[in-house]
């Protein structure tokens, strides 16, 4: 999906082409509930999967930077830990590529 046309909100959802008699419906095919951006983003099939993943990355993020500064802890490059918790995560939510045998 090219970011340029989700913020600019025209991503061709079947809303906008139901108003303009284009789509006979305004529901999303996969799932039948009405075809918003936001729905097309972080509602359905596997951009829900998605959007959940980066919400439990920022949120993981968030209490790391929380909890380092409440030790008062400098605020150095702690990029390291940014990117273990996002391998972990990732892991949780898509699986890290290997079978199980």
Same mark, same amino acid.
């Given at each position: 999906?090219n970011?340029y046309?989700v913020?600019?909100?025209i ?11 284009v789509?006979?419906?305004d ?14 983003l ?5 951009? #829900?999967?998605r ?6 990355i ?8 929380? #909890?380092?500064?409440?030790l008062g802890m ?6 390291e ?5 996002e391998n ?8 890290n590529g290997?079978?199980r045998s």
């Amino acid at each position: 999906m090219n970011w340029y046309r989700v913020i600019h909100d025209i991503i061709p959802t079947d809303v906008r082409l139901h108003r303009i008699r284009v789509s006979p419906t305004d529901n999303c095919s996969e799932c039948n509930n009405t075809d918003t951006l936001s729905h097309r983003l972080a509602e359905c099939g596997e951009n #829900k999967m998605r959007w959940e993943w980066i919400q439990k990355i920022i949120a993981r993020m968030w209490r790391m930077w929380r #909890k380092q500064n409440a030790l008062g802890m400098d605020t150095e490059d702690h990029s390291e830990n940014v990117e273990n918790v996002e391998n972990v995560e990732k892991t949780k939510c898509f699986g890290n590529g290997h079978r199980r045998s």
